[in-house]
């Protein structure tokens, strides 16, 4: 069955930047809007960025400007930079398709403190 595998999480500094990565092992990667979520322990899992099939972007009110999204079709990657770290972005970050949702990968764990 087709996953995601995300990675690239980790501890960093407030202020700091990561770069998630998402793998899909499924065919078809291109023909979907791929979004990136994140979860912190007893809250529902909540949208924080897509990126349509034609590239177009979405974020959500707190992290624009700060995260931005993106894809390689070619690859079956998406990525999510995330900049200026915040203490309120540490979660688990996980992607799918929002439309089309698949089984969900492990996630990635992000934790900003000093």
């Known amino acids: 069955q087709a996953q995601f595998v995300e990675s690239g999480g980790g501890l960093v500094q407030p202020g700091g930047s990561l770069e998630l990565s998402c793998a899909y092992s499924g065919s078809s990667f291109n023909m979907f809007t791929m979004a990136w979520y994140r979860q912190t322990p007893g809250n529902q899992r909540e949208w924080v960025a897509s990126?349509?099939?034609?590239?177009?972007?979405n974020h959500k009110d707190f992290v624009s400007g700060r995260f931005t999204i993106s894809k390689d079709n070619a690859k079956r990657m998406g990525y999510l930079q995330m900049n200026s770290l915040k203490a309120e972005d540490t979660a688990v970050y996980y992607c799918?398709?929002?439309?089309?949702?698949?089984?969900w990968g492990q996630g990635t764990q992000v934790t900003v403190s000093s």
């Open positions: 799918n398709f929002p439309k089309s949702l698949r089984q």
């Open positions: 990126i349509s099939r034609g590239g177009s972007t």
